[in-house]
């Protein structure tokens, strides 16, 4: 049996090839699995009770923040750029999770699902169900300050994003839970409730305390979610509030 012979050309030039033809999968640069379906087409519902491993969730956290560690001028530098990092998830999170509180995914024809209108549904949603999809949990407090109509504290007595930290003693300062503080910032956002900033801070700051970890007495990371709403947000809440 011959083998095929390469063309050559009259001239006794080099021989030349012809290019078999790729397959339309690979000449699109796109892998599908055998059912022809992606990730587009899975159903929302499928992972909710799905959990992900504490030890993987640990290892992508901490090279998160190795990331967010490169270059910044301090602290405050560096959990700025942690809460960058959770704002995006914020947003994504409260178009799910309103998702699956709908009947609309097994019921065409309810309604669309409803957006919080007023700051306590707002809240009262960071505090249950958004907590209870991170976390597994609810938060343990929801407080409205004393001396400040526009802010409102949610408090975590052991934030689980803390738990596999090493923060250096010359660090103390350093709250890792800036990140969850850029995901309730994104939700709020999201849901059209601006604000100068969600923040987070160890229990003692401000009040007398040493600061850092270690200021909670018996919740020693303890850590409080302070969210500051912008002045168009309670004039809203006023009108809406007469309107009953």
Not at 186 to 200: I, K
Request: aromatic share 8%; glycine share 10%; with cysteine.
């Amino acid at each position: 049996m011959t083998s095929p012979q390469p063309n050559k050309s009259p001239n006794n030039a080099q021989p030349t090839y012809q290019p078999m033809p790729q397959p339309r999968s690979a000449a699109l640069g796109l892998r599908y699995p055998a059912n022809r379906k992606t990730i587009y087409d899975r159903n929302l519902n499928r992972s909710r009770t799905s959990e992900l491993s504490r030890a993987a969730f640990a290892y992508l956290f901490v090279e998160m923040i190795s990331y967010a560690q490169q270059r910044v001028k301090g602290i405050a530098d560096l959990e700025k750029r942690l809460n960058n990092q959770g704002y995006p998830l914020g947003l994504r999170l409260l178009d799910l999770l309103l998702l699956r509180s709908s009947p609309s995914l097994t019921s065409p024809s309810s309604n669309p699902p409803l957006r919080p209108t007023r700051i306590l549904s707002l809240l009262q949603f960071i505090h249950t169900p958004l907590w209870r999809h991170l976390f597994s949990r609810p938060a343990d407090a929801l407080e409205r300050s004393t001396t400040s109509e526009s802010e409102y504290m949610i408090s975590d007595n052991e934030p689980f994003v803390n738990q596999y930290i090493s923060v250096p003693r010359e660090m103390s300062q350093l709250n890792c839970a800036a990140y969850v503080a850029g995901i309730i910032e994104g939700v709020c956002d999201g849901a059209g409730f601006a604000t100068w900033g969600v923040t987070a801070h160890w229990v003692g700051e401000g009040d007398g305390g040493e600061g850092g970890a270690g200021g909670g007495g018996m919740w020693p990371g303890k850590t409080i979610f302070l969210i500051k709403f912008r002045p168009e947000v309670l004039e809203r809440e006023e009108i809406l509030g007469k309107g009953g």
